[in-house]
């Protein structure tokens, strides 16, 4: 990347070839992400639990993609009911499955669209779904959702689901997908409530 940024800088006067520079910069950036991702999901998680309110882990997510979805004509909505319970969790790894599963909402509504999102708390503990009316899943694509490197997109690493049932799996909760291919994608996801 250094060496494309020096040339990108000595080839100043050829547009073409700065293009060119600036592709090489692009590539290997998008590669140091992909192998972040690797090494992340590889990697044994060490979780930093602590008391927290999943409501404004959400917003927070939200916030970070906010212009995204503006750009993309995508709206939220945010329901609950009742005064949610605290969960005991790790902030930066449940942001991390929030976002993952924005992202792919993002990617289902090329058209914009709506995302959902609607908290609750039962015996198994708080629960949020995460709601998009966008192209859904393919039936024989339900299978292999949460296989790594299992993807449908062109760009995809197919680490995103895989990373979230990693994170949900070590806090001791769950993720369930349920899809309409066409029609929309529901995110179950499941987290032990703190003791009082």
């Not at 694509?141 to 070590?170: C, E, N, R």
């Amino acid at each position: 990347k250094g060496f494309a940024a020096y040339f990108k800088e000595r080839l100043s006067g050829n547009k073409e070839d700065q293009q060119t520079a600036d592709v090489m910069i692009q590539e290997v950036e998008r590669l140091n992400r992909v192998i972040g991702q690797l090494i992340e999901f590889a990697k044994p998680l060490a979780l930093k639990k602590e008391r927290s309110h999943v409501p404004e882990l959400i917003q927070h997510t939200v916030n970070l993609i906010s212009s995204e979805m503006q750009k993309n004509k995508i709206s939220v909505a945010m329901e609950t009911s009742e005064a949610v319970p605290a969960a005991n969790i790790d902030p930066d790894k449940i942001k991390q499955v929030f976002l993952n599963i924005f992202l792919n909402a993002i990617a289902a509504l090329p058209s914009g669209g709506q995302i959902k999102i609607r908290l609750s708390s039962s015996s198994d503990g708080l629960v949020v779904v995460i709601s998009d009316n966008g192209t859904g899943i393919k039936k024989a694509d339900m299978p292999q959702l949460y296989d790594p490197y299992f993807t449908s997109k062109p760009a995809g690493t197919g680490l995103g689901l895989a990373m979230v049932q990693k994170i949900m799996d070590a806090h001791g909760g769950n993720i369930h997908v349920e899809s309409n291919e066409d029609k929309g994608t529901d995110v179950f996801l499941t987290f032990p409530l703190s003791s009082a």
